[in-house]
Nanobody
């Protein structure tokens, strides 16, 4: 019903920048919150940043001032601009979308996760 395509991960040196993208497609009627989570080896998945349909954002203290979340509603895409990257930012980053989809004659609320994109910060 809903597919998420993530891109933009990779290897970057400390202090560098990356931009992650996540595009949603499918029988989507509306998208509520969109967000990025990350999971480092041996750690639990944690919220990095989220953004509502109205543009209100919530950013983890650990990345505040360095990471910026944004979205393009027309493209059903959420972005995460990551600046001043640190080795501790190394993780798999997952896109998360809360949306309403067509399900036969009905509407259904879904929470969808992307497959993840690896970000490695290392010299």
């Amino acid at each position: 019903q809903v597919q998420l395509v993530e891109s933009g991960g990779g290897l970057v040196q400390p202090g560098g920048s990356l931009r992650l993208s996540c595009a949603a497609s499918g029988t989507i009627l509306s998208i509520k919150a969109m967000g990025w989570y990350r999971q480092a080896p041996g750690k639990q998945r944690e919220l990095v940043a989220s953004i509502t349909s109205g543009g209100d954002t919530n950013t983890a203290d650990s990345v505040k001032g360095r990471f910026t979340i944004s979205r393009d509603n027309a493209k059903k895409t959420v972005y995460l601009r990551m600046n001043s990257l640190k080795p501790e930012d190394t993780a798999v980053y997952y896109c998360n979308v809360n949306c309403t989809v067509v399900a036969g004659p009905f509407e259904q609320d879904l929470e969808v996760w992307g497959h993840g994109t690896l970000v490695t910060v290392s010299s």
